[in-house]
């Protein structure tokens, strides 16, 4: 039987939050000072990646899930946390490495993200139960526009990959350009850009 919609928006939501949290991991083993080129490459893109997946969910998931969740306050709760999460990375977008709070901005990101991601996968997707919802349109609708917001991002296009976590092991091969370990400590702001304006 064919994966329905709603559990490959899920999927791919997850898959999403599982490489952010690799990603706050990676740069708890770095020295930030010592390393600044790679942690802010990092950091970079982390915050662009939770950009890209932030606005998926704002502008389509969450009006969606609204209409099927059994206690749609969880919605609210999201959005506000939602809001709360981009005032910490404008505030990071203004920072660099060698500033004293730099980490630990991060790193209160990293633990606020991991208490919201709780939340969603948890309470939100498992509520999301009512019927009417025409999941197959959102799903589109949230491909379309994950694409289009990687690329103006300059992130690599992944979403099929990210729907399919088992197969990832393969990524590596698959993806010359870049893949999820090369990528922070290999991106520089110019390689981002030539990736940005890049067709497929
Ligand atoms: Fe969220
Ligand atoms: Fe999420």
Redesign the pocket.
């Given at each position: 039987m064919a994966t329905s919609a709603k559990t490959q928006i899920i999927d791919m939501?997850?898959a999403?939050?599982k490489k952010v949290k690799k990603a706050f991991k990676d740069f708890e083993k770095m020295d930030p000072q010592a390393e600044s080129e790679s942690a802010e490459a990092l950091v970079e893109q982390t915050l662009a990646a939770i950009e890209v997946?932030?606005s998926l969910?704002e502008q389509i998931?969450y009006p969606a899930a609204r209409s099927a969740i059994k206690e749609e306050d969880l919605i609210d709760e999201?959005e506000v946390e939602h809001m709360t999460v981009k005032v910490l990375i404008e505030q990071l977008k203004s920072m660099s490495a060698s500033d004293d709070k730099f980490a630990a901005t991060f790193k209160v990101l990293g633990e606020y993200?991991d208490h919201?991601?709780k939340e969603?996968?948890n309470e939100m997707f498992v509520q999301l139960t009512r019927p009417g919802v025409g999941w197959d349109a959102v799903l589109e609708q949230m491909q379309t526009q994950r694409a289009q917001l990687l690329e103006e991002k300059g992130l690599p296009p992944e979403a099929e990959e990210a729907t399919t976590p088992a197969g990832r092991s393969s990524a590596g091969s698959r993806a010359s350009r870049s893949t999820d370990e090369s990528r922070p400590q290999a991106a520089s702001r110019s390689s981002k850009r030539s990736s940005a304006s890049e067709k497929k």
């Open positions: 939501l997850k999403d939050h997946h932030s969910e998931f999201a993200i919201h991601v969603e996968e």
